[in-house]
């Protein structure tokens, strides 16, 4: 679908409407934050369990005609398990996924402020994310949408740099001849004599 846009509309239009798409599903994410939780645990679930379908599908098939590959079968139990959870439990996705990665955070920040490097600033820094770690533990399911504003906010602002960045480059471009490419080159027809 990428493809067939790029081939349809200029490099500069591409990439406004690429930076349109980003600041729209930012804008969505962080207006929205449970809504947004909630709709990427159920496509990860229906896309886990249309991949644990085909690997099982898969194994099955080869049992009957070759020797089956052990992988598959194991995969694609681990994919629907997968995709039951998510379909079905979201919420509680959403709860353990923040306390896990707000674990990760706290760890991370022990070790880089008893680390013997960095400066003030790193381990001012440290002290920040090890508080963040900590209020996610605290209150995984806050932290989930808190994430998820985060994300949101990034994803707007990447968009709206990405769209102002290309009209200034547009507007900025030096307008070339019809006859010159946009490496400098002069486009010339050859004839056979």
Do not use: W
């Not at 930076?19 to 229906?46: K, N, Q, R």
């Not at 369990?49 to 694609?76: F, H, M, W």
């Not at 959870?85 to 674990?103: Q, R, Y």
């Not at 880089?112 to 963040?132: D, E, H, M, P, R």
């Amino acid at each position: 679908m990428m493809k067939k846009l790029r081939k349809k509309f200029s490099d500069n239009i591409f990439n406004v409407i690429i930076g349109g798409v980003f600041a729209i599903v930012g804008l969505f994410v962080l207006l929205f934050p449970d809504t947004s939780l909630m709709t990427v645990c159920y496509i990860l679930g229906t896309a886990c369990l249309i991949g644990g379908i085909i690997r099982t599908v898969r194994y099955v098939k080869d049992k009957k005609e070759s020797a089956p590959n052990i992988i598959d079968i194991i995969s694609g139990i681990v994919l629907l398990a997968v995709a039951f959870m998510l379909l079905l439990h979201p919420k509680f996705l959403m709860s353990v996924l923040p306390f896990i990665i707000g674990i990760s955070v706290v760890v991370y920040a022990v070790s880089t402020f008893f680390s013997g490097k960095g400066c003030l600033f790193s381990k001012i820094f440290a002290g920040i994310i090890a508080i963040y770690g900590i209020s996610l533990v605290l209150n995984p399911f806050k932290g989930a949408t808190s994430i998820t504003s985060m994300v949101g906010f990034g994803l707007l602002v990447f968009g709206i740099v990405k769209i102002v960045s290309e009209i200034i480059i547009h507007k900025n471009k030096p307008q070339l001849p019809e006859d010159i490419d946009g490496d400098g080159y002069i486009e010339v027809d050859f004839k056979d004599i």
